[in-house]
């Protein structure tokens, strides 16, 4: 082998709905949420780049709003997701 062929990035974007799909948030919402973050994570505060967190996981709606998210940076968004405080802290902001 000579050179670096670096492989093209697969492509997942065909795969049926899944769940995750479902919840998928449009470009309005995402606007939404960034205005009323401003940028800055709704937990810590810290400015930069946040993600989109869901509050509650209401599936059978059709539609996320920005109501169902939260903007959080990435450290929020992990320790949301990945422990049990964090899950239950997600679980109050929804009022669930
Ligand atoms: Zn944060």
Same mark, same amino acid.
């Given at each position: 082998m000579i050179g670096f062929h670096p492989v093209p990035k697969p492509k997942y974007? %065909?795969?049926? *709905? =899944?769940a995750k799909q479902r919840g998928a948030i449009s470009t309005k919402v995402r606007k939404q949420l960034y205005e009323r973050s401003g940028g800055y994570?709704? %937990?810590?505060?810290?400015?930069?780049h946040l993600h989109a967190a869901h509050? =509650? %996981? %209401?599936? *059978?709606?059709?539609e996320t709003t920005v109501n169902d998210l939260l903007h959080l940076c990435v450290w929020c968004h992990m320790w949301a997701d990945n422990t049990k405080e964090g899950r239950e802290w997600l679980r109050r902001r929804g009022g669930g």
């Open positions: 974007k %065909r795969h049926k *709905k =899944t994570c709704e %937990r810590c505060g810290r400015y930069g509050i =509650t %996981r %209401r599936w *059978k709606l059709k």
